[in-house]
């Protein structure tokens, strides 16, 4: 059985309602057999890695402790590029909300996640997301939620954006995927609070996240 690895909850965000909002999109693929989901923390990813997990699950900002005076990241040069390089090699990466903020843009890790985390207004707001499920093409997507509307750069260029935002802050892209080497990548904005991850919505759209990765 195929075993994905979530590294999730940092300061900002509440592990158990990450937790939560995953368990229930992983559940399906997990009762066919298709998969096993075990949390982990990001100081034992690098000893990970080389177990050749299906997939790797990052909803965690880089920054330990944003709050204090003197602040602390958890992303060295070594766990960067070993990430790249178990994705070059055919594994498979979902950058999820906050895992998508405050990493170096030069590292080895945004440049194979071809985006990142820009800003976002103070204020939640209704965002609206509209696109289709990243592992069908076909099945379209629209919704509503209160959240923290993520602005992000992404390269349109070099990725396939499945899903956009918009709010009364203006618009953004919401979703994008690529192959990398020879795994994916798959990346996704929503969502900050509560009601926002456990959206039926929103839960199909991470399920057809983790499907996509899966291959």
Known sequence: MKTIYAIVGDDYHAEASIRESLNEAVGPLAAYGTCRLEYTSAEKLLELLPTKPAAVILFKEDRVNPREAVVRTWLTDEVSEAISRYVEEGGSFLAW??????????????????????HHPSKHQIVHYTGHHPAEPAAQTAFDILDEHYFV????????????????????????????????????????????????????LLRSSVQYCLG
Request: charged share 20%; net charge negative.
């Open 97 to 118: 909300h906050s895992g998508l903020a405050s990493y170096p843009v030069d590292s080895a890790l945004i440049r194979m996640l071809r985006g990142y985390f820009e």
């Open 153 to 204: 750069h992404c390269d349109e260029a070099d990725t396939s954006v499945f899903l956009r935002s918009e709010s009364v802050d203006g618009s953004s892209i919401g979703g994008w995927s690529h192959e990398f080497g020879q795994g994916r990548v798959c990346c996704l904005t929503p969502a900050h609070n509560k009601e926002g991850l456990l959206h039926p919505d929103m839960i199909g």
